[in-house]
């Protein structure tokens, strides 16, 4: 499948190219935030605070990468020119390119109740 980004200038002016996340991307992204949660779920029996609290930041900055590597066109080395507010304007951006999909899907498999 291939990949199609769209350019996007930012209010920097930094100019990216993203896309939203594929179906099997999303799911996978799914389970392993299903797989964090278990783990977090099992430090917190054991009572290991400290190693909650590693384990959040460190699950959390994961996954975060792990989506914006989807979503950001050649993300290993834009990352380096990108700030903070760019990162959050382009979350917010890839989040709405991605809300769009679930109605554009759905109307693709026919109206409701056909």
């Given at each position: 499948?291939?990949?199609?980004?769209?350019?996007?200038?930012?209010?920097?002016?930094?100019?990216?190219?993203?896309?939203?996340?594929?179906?099997?991307?999303?799911?996978?992204?799914?389970?392993?935030?299903?797989?964090?949660?278990?783990?977090?779920?099992?430090?917190?029996?054991?009572g290991s605070v400290t190693g909650l609290d590693?384990?959040?930041?460190?699950?959390?900055?994961?996954?975060?990468?792990?989506?914006?590597?989807?979503?950001?066109?050649?993300?290993?080395?834009?990352?380096?020119?990108?700030?903070?507010?760019?990162?959050?304007?382009?979350?917010?951006?890839?989040?709405?390119?991605?809300?769009?999909?679930?109605?554009?899907?759905?109307?693709?498999?026919?109206?409701?109740?056909?």
């Amino acid at each position: 499948m291939t990949k199609v980004y769209s350019e996007h200038t930012l209010s920097s002016g930094t100019v990216v190219q993203i896309r939203p996340r594929t179906y099997e991307e999303w799911e996978a992204h799914e389970d392993e935030r299903l797989q964090y949660l278990e783990r977090l779920r099992a430090m917190q029996e054991s009572g290991s605070v400290t190693g909650l609290d590693v384990e959040m930041f460190k699950g959390r900055k994961e996954l975060r990468g792990k989506m914006l590597a989807c979503w950001i066109k050649d993300f290993d080395n834009e990352k380096t020119r990108l700030r903070l507010p760019d990162i959050a304007e382009i979350e917010r951006e890839a989040s709405k390119m991605e809300s769009e999909e679930i109605p554009l899907g759905n109307f693709d498999a026919g109206e409701p109740g056909q």
